[in-house]
């Protein structure tokens, strides 16, 4: 019998209500899920994480960097994280979006976040 580990996902969402239906939702979709309000947050999980496969960020956020900066610093440093970017203000553009990084727009159906990370993960 094999034990799976489940796949780990950091959601950076600073709207607290939305932090918490998507990782939820996450959760019961049978993902492991680890939660941060903005960049700087998520920067100090991924330093202190081997496990983390995909990171679903929010665009527009307070501190230090946005989720664009955020993505494209995920990207550098940890280029095997697949990266799910969200916004309903802005759509951003092909160049601004980090290689091989999927844009899903606001509002989203939770499960659509599941199935686009399913697609990612192939």
């Known amino acids: 019998m094999t034990i799976q580990t489940p796949v780990t996902v950091l959601v950076v969402e600073d709207e607290a209500f939305l932090l918490f239906a998507i990782a939820d939702e996450l959760r019961e979709a049978g993902f492991g899920v680890l939660e941060a309000s903005n960049a700087d947050q998520a920067i100090q999980i991924l330093e202190s994480r081997q496990d983390i496969a995909i990171l679903f960020t929010d665009i527009d956020m307070p501190g230090s960097m946005d989720g664009l900066r955020l993505s494209a610093a995920v990207r550098d440093r940890w280029p ?3 990266i799910i970017i969200t916004s309903g ?18 509002p989203y159906a939770p499960q659509a976040v599941a199935a686009t990370i399913q697609g990612l993960l192939g």
């Open 80 to 82: 095997p994280v697949k």
């Open 89 to 106: 203000k802005q759509q951003p553009t092909r160049d601004a979006m980090p290689s091989g990084g999927v844009f899903l727009p606001k």
